[in-house]
């Protein structure tokens, strides 16, 4: 497996989001097992860079990733998330030093280790001042206790407004064939600033990979089944997406997933993707783009496509976005 650079911080090209392996997807939590054999499996092929969050589950996923990682810790870029869970008895988001502190600490418990490779805030709280919440990471940074700090789904000046009080490696956000809006503002500052861009569902939730052409099969409980996206006219009309994707893919020899992620890694060095999955044979799949090299010609075609009908979240949670 390639590797990468986030502001400093060397990672696999292509990760592994954990998230689904435990919450919103359809079958979630139904096989710890077959999710540890993945995670270890994504160590083998040299995909390192594991990415979870204390919200999700919420604990539960944290707590799934320290025992697949147990005496493989050093093998790791562990990175995972505060500020959507309160600790100090106020409403999330919380992104104060105190609860900063008390997230830490539970965070490095439930993953079995001493130190963090890369900790994100998981959404801007817009009632805590984004210097003293990155001042909070500093500190925890001197200490020990983190090695990089991220936010995820930050608008631009916020960005620059933490990068000025301590550097920020990674940005995380939704990047993909069906959401290019990061390219606007958010990835050119962070390739001023030299910071890394962490795409997340960089397969559109799954829908990026082909199968899945109507909500059939989908959980009741599956959050895509009120996602803008999937719902309504929205899913019927991006399916022109999907099915470019695949003719790409047929003449690539590849994997409608394959050609989504391998579009992502042509946009350059900085950037890696975290797909999730929780079977080992997408994980395979996924890894396998590492060694994809599309022409020209299907770059271009792929930047033709006219991104996703619909808005990305449903209302409330868009409305934390780009803080």
Known sequence: MHTTSLGGLNVSRIGLGA???????????????????TI????????????????????????LVGRAIRGRRDEVVLATKFGLV????GPGPDSTPAN???????????LGTDHIDLYYQHRVDRGTPIEE????????VATGKVRHIGLSEASATTIRRAHAVHPVAAVQTEYSLWTRDPEVDVLPTLRE???????YSPLGHGFLTGDIRSLDGLDATDWRRTNPRFTGDNLTRNLRIVD????????AGATPAQIALAWILAQGEGIAPIPGTKRVHRLEENCATDSIRLTAGQIARLNALTPASGD????????????
């Open 40 to 63: 270890r499996r994504a160590l083998d092929l040299g995909a390192t860079h594991l990415d979870t969050a204390e919200v999700y589950g919420p604990y539960v996923n944290e707590e």
């Open 19 to 37: 998230m689904g392996m435990s919450a919103y997807y359809t079958g979630a939590g139904h096989d710890e097992a077959e999710s540890i054999r």
């Open 100 to 110: 900063i502190r008390a997230a830490v600490d539970g965070s490095l418990r439930r």
């Open 244 to 251: 470019e994707v695949r003719d790409v893919a047929d003449e």
């Open 312 to 323: 990305r979240h449903a209302e409330p949670d868009m409305a934390a976005i780009d803080g």
């Open 86 to 89: 309160s600790h100090t008895g």
């Open 133 to 140: 919440t990155v001042a909070a990471l500093s500190d925890l």
């Open 193 to 199: 600033l030299g910071i890394g861009l962490v795409p």
